[in-house]
């Protein structure tokens, strides 16, 4: 079945552009654009609201196996079709952790019958995520996985990321390192500061950060792996960031929505749902990342979608679990760096689905002829309050609950089918 959109704003981000023109979906791919709608062709006419490719987001947790009650595979995926993420990429800590190639099948095979986007998974750098012996990373790499990395836990021993990377390098794997100096993190749960100290809260200094960074860089430089830090958070980590660039390593750089849009401010009265690893920063460095993204020196943008129950954030501050989740609220979140920061859509989305397809080798995030018909239609500037409570995840840890966002989803599609809103067949 053949899908013609017309009077649709193309947000292109290969080429930087953003006009109202056509585009032509045939066989699940894109087929053309600007041209004439061919006979038998579905004729949509998106009133001038935005067309994109959707969004890749790199780094999603999901709590199959071994966690459904906080998420499921298909919660996942209906989440993420609701919010213009039609493509997920599945963080490795789940219970078993995607350590063998058997897990990695099992993750892949449910979440082909169960979801609606498309879902690639990362698996564990190492053996249970504990950071003591290498997984199989070239039986996990033939098996579909698409980077390696142990989530959250920071892998203390230097050598034996040394060796993964040095593995990892001969076979051109990706390694996703999570930046922090846990000497110094570890019981922190606010930024160092002031506005800590008020409060009463452990705090890291952003020093912890600069200073896992600078680890890993180093790593990078004597083995020549391909890594990519899933978070950087503040100013002092751009530095090391831009020389490793500079000097040609392979290295790219991430950071959540959240630490984009929020602040340690957002905090106030303890509210757990603001709690986040690593904590909220300052807002200098808030407005020092996203210049960073501005001029392309961190080039992802994701959801870090985290969903915890309800037993996990009722609980004082410092013992109340990370994490938020992100799937539906990524776009309208990042709505607010094009209203309020001028970042411009093309841009956007760059960093949203053009980015993280090409570091992963996805032939998503494009709109060019040949590239999978993976769309999404939205409205920039519709504006809405966002009630958690109808949120399609099953966890409704938001930050962004009660508050006034514009941007809202039209509708999804992956390989040319519609998978948000829901066809009648598909309830």
């Not at 890749?56 to 459904?68: H, K, S, Y």
Request: hydrophobic share 40%; aromatic share 4%; with cysteine.
């Amino acid at each position: 079945m053949s899908i013609w959109f017309h009077n649709a704003r193309l947000i292109d981000p290969e080429a930087g552009t953003d006009r109202i023109g056509t585009l032509l979906v045939r066989e699940g791919v894109i087929a053309e654009r600007d041209g004439p709608c061919p006979e038998g062709a579905e004729a949509v006419d998106a009133q001038g609201k935005c067309l994109a490719p959707g969004i890749v987001d790199l780094g999603v947790q999901v709590g199959e196996p071994g966690g459904q009650h906080k998420e499921s595979l298909r919660t996942a995926g209906l989440a993420a079709a609701a919010g213009g993420v039609t493509t997920i990429i599945m963080r490795p800590d789940t219970d078993p952790a995607i350590d063998t190639p058997e897990v990695l099948e099992y993750v892949t095979r449910r979440a082909k019958a169960r979801t609606p986007v498309n879902i690639r998974a990362m698996a564990a750098l190492t053996r249970g995520r504990d950071g003591r012996e290498m997984a199989e990373i070239g039986l996990l790499l033939d098996a579909g996985a698409v980077a390696f990395g142990d989530g959250d836990r920071v892998l203390r021993d230097t050598k034996v990321l040394g060796r993964a990377m040095t593995y990892a390098k001969g076979l051109g794997a990706l390694i996703v390192g999570h930046p922090q100096d846990t000497g110094l993190s570890q019981g922190a749960c606010a930024t160092s500061g002031k506005f800590a100290s008020l409060k009463g809260l452990p705090g890291v200094s952003p020093m912890a950060e600069r200073m896992g960074l600078d680890r890993d860089l180093g790593l990078v430089e004597m083995t020549g792996a391909r890594y990519h830090a899933d978070q950087i958070t503040c100013a002092r980590a751009l530095p090391p960031l831009e020389r490793a660039k500079n000097n040609g390593l392979d290295v790219t750089a991430g950071i959540s929505i959240h630490h984009l849009t929020l602040n340690e401010f957002d905090v106030g009265d303890y509210r757990t749902f603001f709690k986040f690893t690593p904590p909220l920063r300052s807002e200098d460095d808030r407005r020092a990342v996203v210049e960073a993204l501005r001029e392309g020196l961190i080039d992802i943008i994701c959801s870090m979608h985290t969903p915890q129950d309800e037993e996990s954030k009722r609980l004082p501050f410092e013992e109340a679990a990370p994490g938020a989740v992100g799937l539906e609220t990524l776009l309208p979140a990042a709505m607010r760096l094009h209203h309020s920061e001028g970042l411009g859509l093309p841009a956007l989305w760059r960093a949203l689905a053009l980015n993280p397809a090409q570091r992963l080798g996805l032939e998503a995030g494009r709109l060019s002829v040949g590239a999978p018909a993976d769309l999404v239609l939205f409205d920039p500037d519709t504006p809405f309050v966002l009630d958690r409570f109808k949120l399609r995840s099953k966890s409704k840890n938001t930050p962004f609950d009660e508050a006034r966002m514009e941007g809202r989803v039209i509708a999804s599609f992956v390989g040319g089918k519609r998978v948000y809103p829901e066809q009648a067949h598909d309830a």
